[in-house]
């Protein structure tokens, strides 16, 4: 009877990370075309629409980012070759056009596990970060309307987006200014909203700065904290996919 329920215990455990696992329905999952040294490439880090990922000349970190939500590179750590442009991956992925953006972060990391044999952990790391909260009189954000994923624009200087969430403005706002941005909110739905900034060091422009741009247009206010932030610790993985 023990070893029966024992065997019962291990059946229900495989079975509860089954369910917790999800899958694209079909992916294309290869190494990028290889170019000539110095040649500029297109970088698309996720595009995400309609149930259709698309993501093209990628680093293995990269990939890790977007599948864990990570704002920065410097929250994945492992070899040095999973950051490196000469390893790069094109990868098409497709499910149910009704699956949310979570939902397509969790479905990448079986992927990974499945075409790279990736093996992760995670671990926490100090970090000195600019958190964006919300502002004395809080923030002048607008839902979103209801409907399929509009595409948005972004530039340094210039974000619009129809259904944005905080993580990936402040995804952006990380990479516009080359800075580490943290949402620290607590806001989690969807937002209609354009935040236009003069960038540091444009002597062409005049205008907001982008801490003014932020509590002016948006409500929100910047921080510096330093504090532990999660950190994903790539373990082992193949540069070849397994491809299809």
């Known amino acids: 009877m023990r070893i029966l329920a024992a065997l019962f215990g291990v059946c229900l455990a495989a079975g509860t990370l089954h369910a917790q696992r999800q899958d ?16 500029s490439i297109n970088i698309n880090l996720g595009t995400f629409r ?14 890790v980012q977007f599948a864990y939500s990570l704002v920065s590179q410097d929250q994945v750590a492992g070899p040095d070759w999973i950051k490196s442009r000469e390893t790069r991956f ?16 969790h479905m990448m990391r079986s992927l990974l596990a499945d075409r790279l044999k990736l093996v992760d952990h995670t671990e926490q790391r100090p970090f000195s970060f600019v958190a964006v909260v919300p ?15 509009q595409p948005g624009t972004s530039v340094r200087g210039r974000i619009v987006g129809q259904q944005m969430p905080m993580s ?70 193949e540069r070849i996919p397994i491809e299809n």
């Not at 309609?50 to 990939?63: F, K, Q």
């Not at 502002?135 to 994923?149: D, F, I, Q, V």
């Open 24 to 39: 694209f329905e079909v992916a294309t999952f290869k190494s990028s075309v290889p170019v000539p040294l110095g040649t």
């Open 50 to 63: 309609n149930g259709t990922l698309t993501m093209t000349n990628v680093t293995l970190s990269e990939c």
């Open 90 to 105: 094109d990868i098409v992925a497709k499910t149910s056009p009704d699956t949310d953006l979570d939902g397509a972060r």
């Open 135 to 149: 502002g004395k009189n809080g923030s002048k954000l607008t839902a979103a309307k209801e409907g399929p994923a």
């Open 168 to 237: 990936v403005l402040v995804s952006l706002l990380s990479r516009f200014e080359s800075q580490l941005f943290v949402d620290r909110t607590g806001l989690t739905g969807r937002y209609q909203l354009t935040l236009e900034w003069v960038p540091e060091n444009d002597p062409t422009r005049s205008g907001a700065t982008l801490s003014e741009a932020l509590e002016e247009q948006l409500g929100l206010h910047m921080e510096r904290r330093r504090e532990p932030l999660d950190v994903i610790v790539v373990e082992r993985a």
